[in-house]
């Protein structure tokens, strides 16, 4: 199941799946999952200022394939349960944070923790700019800040 640009699952028709497996794309593939251990890092960003447009251009993301993205959010420990569950309204799941700088580690105070929230999607610089200003709402609802975001994807076939 191919998942749109807000992350939520859609049914493929006929002629699209039957097109997917003529072209190798979309609904002939495997689903996407956010723990899946083939994805690679494409495309990350630890700078708020950074837009995302700027970021995808110069990385080697692929738009017509699904991705993983994952938004990480330093928050106060008593909080993670609330930001987890508000998240997964939007289908995030919770992962374990991978590939996180060391100074952005360790720019995490010691009574907070890194909460990295993920799902599968189809992703263009404006939803992914949407989801980043979800995110920083999130945080902030709960004490917490955004820390920054990745996106995986499986490599080219």
Known sequence: MT?????????NGTVRRVLGRLTGRGA?????????S???????SF??????STVLADSSWRESDEVV??????????????VESTAAQDEYRRVEPH???????????????IVALARPQLLDALHLSQERSRMAGLG??????????QVRQRPPR
């Open 3 to 11: 998942r749109d640009l807000n992350g939520r699952p859609v049914r």
């Open 28 to 36: 002939g593939g495997a689903e996407t999952e956010v723990d899946d």
């Open 38 to 44: 083939a994805l690679v890092l494409v495309a990350q």
């Open 47 to 52: 700078d708020d200022a950074a837009a995302s």
């Open 69 to 82: 993205v994952t938004h990480l959010i330093a928050v106060p420990a008593s909080r993670e349960g609330e």
């Open 99 to 113: 590939d996180v700088p060391d100074v952005v580690r360790d720019a995490v105070s010691e009574d907070s923790v």
């Open 140 to 149: 902030a609802r709960h004490e917490g800040t955004v820390l920054g975001w």
